[in-house]
């Protein structure tokens, strides 16, 4: 059954290359990611948006207020058995982060379960209310959905990461309704240099998703009303943007020390169970924090300033113009709290969705912080909406995607140059201070980040050790001498002997010079091949990263290295010349991506 439907699929393969042309077929295929995409995108909303309306509504109990103090737990629990359980792995994959390393170090291959894991991982996490945004899911599952239809089709590198960057491109577009948003994040966060090929495909992918989840939710996700700005509030909005700045350099290094202390819990239950506990008193106090956010900074922009303390413990007190502002300036600190624990717990969700939240109650609390001396009047809306864009552009390093998906979302193309003005000031301010982004941290700092200033060490590092090892090398016996294998050591094409004992461990290795002497009578042949062995210069685990193993090669100025397995078993040889010549083909697969 297996063989005839890959016979099946290799004749389709061979048809399509016949009539249709490459560049078309890849624009095809952008499409269905794109409509694929967009029905994952509609999928994940309308499934998170299920649970917490049953939660929210449709619990029937005198006390279910307090259940909101456990929901979050109950969100990530579930998540972290549904990973270990049905998807047999540790933890689930979450962010932008495995993305970029499936780039750079699994040729752009994804796991299929990702198409629907994400979506049923997130969906509970969020629904839940867990504290994150469901943007990277979706960009997970619509970048899982382009890696696997690229391969199903045995597409080379390039073209699998073009549709990988589609899948993205429709994920961001079908989760905003903003197909330029998803475009310009496929570009600066995946696709770290841009050609004019690239864009057809990107934008076919970008538009059917966009497409797809208008037709499915027509409602856009904010409503800004706004028809100008004031050249006046130029410097407040200076001064936001170095808050924001600021504030998106403290969410990075925080996610970075959580993630390192998250690794200290053995236990992934008790892990789940503690930091939802903790979520969920967090929520109690701040119930901003629920899910994904958004409903906090709607009501903002409608103008309901006391609206996020009203639902809250403090509602009496929501008159006070001052507390609200200090209540909103705690909530968006807690936000970022709420967000780590529930990321680095085992929930599933992103740091897209918070990251504007977080940045737009900030914006709010300055502006009605400012309004509330009586000095002058800052139009409150304009800047919850910088405080987004500013957000996502500092924490993400991605200036360009800030901007135009807040004046997507918003409608808020009129303030198109504070949109770039904040957005360039915090990104410039993170950038200066954190040379990598919140998804590209952990990759620079174990080497796997794809790097596209330095073309040979990326393309080492996507190369795997295993593949360029070589195993035809004579292995000689310790209790053997050189008379017993005579006609093994002439007739070899190789000047390097493995001596090997019978459990596979490597003793030493012999060159063919000191062979060859004992054999012509001019060496002792009494010795043994363990006596003769020496210790190799250094030894090279099959698990070695291949920029490493070029560099000690550069270094001692060896040629050949032998390789052995995690068991520290004898498995072969590799040599320079077999580097090289693995380097230009897998050079010549990958095509013009990193020309």
Not at 205 to 219: D, H, I, N, P
Request: proline share 3%; charged share 15%.
């Amino acid at each position: 059954m297996i063989k005839k439907a890959i016979r099946a699929i290799n004749r389709l393969n061979q048809w399509r290359i016949q009539r249709i042309s490459n560049k078309n077929f890849m624009v095809i295929l952008a499409v269905i990611v794109g409509l694929i995409g967009g029905l994952a995108a509609s999928a994940l909303k309308a499934l998170t948006h299920y649970i917490a309306t049953v939660l929210q509504n449709d619990v029937s109990w005198d006390f279910r207020g307090y259940l909101f103090l456990v929901f979050p737990m109950i969100g990530i629990l579930l998540s972290v058995l549904y990973v270990r359980k049905f998807i047999k792995a540790k933890k689930m994959e979450h962010g932008i982060t495995p993305i970029l390393y499936s780039i750079s170090n699994r040729s752009s291959r994804i796991p299929v379960h990702n198409v629907y894991s994400q979506i049923v991982t997130s969906a509970l996490t969020v629904g839940f209310g867990g504290s994150a945004g469901l943007e990277a899911p979706i960009v997970a599952s619509g970048s899982a959905i382009g890696s696997n239809i690229g391969r199903f089709f045995g597409l080379n590198y390039r073209e699998v990461t073009m549709l990988l960057a589609c899948g993205a491109a429709a994920g961001i577009a079908g989760a905003f309704n903003s197909p330029v948003a998803g475009l310009v994040f496929a570009v600066e966060i995946l696709l770290a240099e841009f050609s004019i090929p690239a864009f057809i495909p990107l934008l076919m992918a970008a538009a059917t998703s966009s497409v797809v989840s208008r037709m499915l939710y027509a409602e856009p996700l904010f409503h800004l009303v706004t028809d100008t700005w004031h050249i006046e509030a130029l410097l407040f909005y200076i001064a936001v943007a170095i808050l924001v700045g600021l504030f998106s350099v403290f969410f990075n290094r925080l996610n970075y020390r959580a993630a390192k202390w998250f690794k200290s819990f053995t236990n992934p239950y008790r892990k789940a169970i503690v930091s939802g506990l903790i979520l969920g008193i967090l929520i109690f106090v701040f119930p901003a924090l629920y899910g994904e956010g958004y409903l906090a900074i709607q009501q903002l922009l409608a103008g309901n300033n006391n609206s996020l303390l009203s639902n809250s413990v403090f509602s009496e007190y929501q008159h006070i113009g001052w507390l609200v502002v200090a209540y909103s300036a705690i909530t968006v600190f807690a936000k970022a709290y709420a967000t780590v624990f529930t990321l680095h717990s085992g929930g599933n969700g992103g740091n897209f969705g918070p990251s504007l939240v977080m940045g737009g109650l900030l914006g709010f609390a300055f502006a009605h912080g400012i309004n509330l001396t009586g000095l002058v009047e800052l139009n409150t809306a304009n800047f919850i909406v910088v405080g987004m864009a500013g957000a996502l552009s500092g924490i993400m390093h991605a200036p360009l995607t800030g901007i135009f998906l807040i004046a997507e979302i918003t409608g808020g193309y009129v303030l198109m140059v504070p949109l770039m003005i904040v957005s360039a000031i915090s990104y410039f301010i993170n950038k200066s201070t954190l040379k990598y982004s919140i998804y590209t941290q952990s990759l620079a700092e174990s080497g796997e980040l794809l790097s596209y200033e330095d073309k040979d060490k990326t393309v080492l590092r996507m190369m795997k050790l295993r593949y360029v090892v070589e195993k035809n090398f004579t292995i000689l016996h310790p209790d053997e001498k050189a008379g017993d294998r005579k006609l093994d050591i002439l007739y070899t094409k190789r000047n390097i002997f493995p001596v090997v004992d019978d459990k596979g461990q490597l003793l030493g290795i012999i060159y063919s010079e000191k062979l060859f002497e004992i054999l012509v009578g001019e060496g002792n042949n009494d010795k043994t091949m363990k006596e003769l062995a020496q210790p190799p210069q250094d030894v090279i685990r099959i698990d070695a990263n291949m920029y490493d193993v070029m560099r000690k090669m550069d270094r001692e100025d060896i040629w050949t290295l032998p390789v052995v397995d995690t068991d520290d078993k004898y498995v072969g040889f590799v040599s320079k010349s077999a580097i090289f010549n693995k380097y230009r083909a897998l050079l010549m697969r990958m095509g013009r991506y990193l020309e």
